[in-house]
């Protein structure tokens, strides 16, 4: 029995699998609907399809270096105790190697490739994992650093991932201290949350942004009543410069040091290696960030549940 373009759609929409799955069933099994689904079923990709649309806002981000080449992953799950499973982590682990060694320049080229040990792709291993752990995964973003120094940082078990890339002169490539200073940005990174690297990252958009917000509060103070346009603007100038301060972190107060910035701390190290230091860019994921969580009503489930 042939099949028609329409047979595949009708088991797409029955099955929620992919087109492609949908014709190897349809031709495993002679073009019979039924026992196309069956032999998805079978394979584990009707059922993995339907946990597609859960929500994953809990799960990983995964930083490493491989080769040099600096990596930053993030993978969701829909529950937190899936960053504590040695298999969800190895899975991480393996797509953070994929994108080390392929640079892929989107989720879709990433999910195509090859995953590590095998001939699977890694949509196909993603699919495994989530039939194999329960909970529909998902691979939201990542980062890929080549050149200069890369330094990962991973804190609370990836709750919150950093990658740091630096470039260093050559003649202090491999000191301690230019390490041990990657792995300090990397820390005050993760716990300061700067937005921008200097001033001149901030766009003008922004800038503009947060001067009116600042002024439109300083004119809503009561203690700036009857104040000239001229001094508001004053006091929204030196707002602005603390704005930069919070958010850039070369302008930022070194947690580690004492009352000098970020930047400081970085010329003070160069000059005493008697080299160059240059941050040349970061990243910090906090997993699941944006992803708006369900809300489970307890109360009400157990109502329900007794109704």
């Known amino acids: ?5 329409t047979d595949v759609k009708n088991l797409r929409e029955l099955t929620g699998v992919g087109i492609m799955d949908c014709k190897s069933a349809l031709t495993a099994t002679d073009g019979d609907q039924t026992a196309a ?64 060694d392929r640079a ?26 989530i039939l194999v752990i329960g909970e529909n995964i998902n691979i939201r973003r990542f980062v890929r650093y080549s050149g200069g120094l890369c330094v990962p940082y991973i804190h609370m078990g ?18 301690a201290e230019a390490a041990e200073l990657g ?32 002024t439109a509060q300083a004119k809503e103070d009561p203690k700036n009543a009857g104040k000239p346009e001229n001094i ?13 301060k919070d958010n850039c972190l070369l302008r930022q ?7 000098i910035s970020v930047g400081q701390h970085i010329k003070a190290i160069s000059g005493a290696l008697g080299g160059s230091i240059e941050v040349i860019a970061f990243t910090r994921y906090v997993t699941g960030e944006g992803i708006e969580k369900k809300q489970d009503d307890f109360a009400a489930e157990v109502a329900g549940m007794v109704n």
């Open 1 to 5: 029995m042939s099949f028609t373009a």
């Open 37 to 100: 689904i069956e032999w998805l079923r079978e394979k584990g990709l009707a059922a993995a399809q339907k946990k597609a649309g859960r929500i994953t806002a809990e799960g990983m981000s995964f930083a490493t270096v491989k080769d040099g080449v600096g990596v930053i992953v993030e993978v969701n799950a829909e529950t937190d105790f899936v960053s504590k499973n040695s298999v969800f982590i190895d899975f991480v682990s393996g797509i953070a190697d994929v994108i080390a």
């Open 104 to 129: 892929p320049d989107s989720a879709e080229a990433l999910s195509e490739m090859k995953y590590p040990g095998g001939d699977m792709t890694v949509e196909q291993v993603l699919r495994e994992k």
């Open 158 to 175: 990836g709750r919150i991932g950093v990658l740091v890339n630096i470039r260093l002169s050559d003649n202090i490539k491999n000191t």
């Open 183 to 214: 792995k300090d940005l990397a820390m005050q990174i993760a716990a300061m949350n700067p937005a921008f690297l200097d001033a001149s990252d901030v766009d003008a958009a922004t800038l503009e942004k947060e001067r009116a917000i600042l």
């Open 232 to 244: 508001i603007a004053k006091m929204v100038d030196g707002r602005i410069g603390k704005f930069l």
């Open 253 to 259: 107060d070194y947690v580690k040091g004492d009352k």
